[in-house]
């Protein structure tokens, strides 16, 4: 059974790109709030940005002004573009609902990794 699938990550050097795509169920995109977590090896997971089903958006402190969270209700898809990114952004990024519900099936993610 799969609800989330992440795509769009990459090697990027500091100051460069990327746009993360995650498709969720219908059923869940309808019902919960989105969001992108993000796993570096070691560390606890995180969660960067968070869309509510009425597109009200709000991030980490660290990724505000860089990392832009959107959705297109038509195609149940949920978008991270991620502007200057930096070292310390690599990591693996997962979208789910925000809270997490145990019954959602974590996705594989989508490894985002950024050169000096």
């Known amino acids: 059974q799969v609800q989330f699938v992440e795509s769009g990550g990459g090697l990027v050097q500091s100051g460069g790109s990327l746009r993360l795509s995650c498709a969720a169920s219908?059923?869940?995109?309808?019902?919960?709030?989105l969001g992108w977590y993000r796993q570096a090896p070691g560390k606890q997971r995180e969660l960067v940005a968070v869309i509510t089903t009425g597109g009200i958006t709000n991030y980490l402190d660290s990724v505000k002004g860089r990392f832009t969270i959107s959705r297109d209700n038509a195609e149940n898809m949920v978008y991270l573009q991620m502007n200057s990114l930096k070292p310390e952004d690599t990591a693996v990024y997962y979208c789910n609902a925000v809270p997490i519900v145990h019954v959602h099936i974590w996705g594989q993610g989508t490894q985002v990794t950024v050169s000096p």
């Open positions: 219908g059923s869940i995109f309808s019902i919960y709030a």
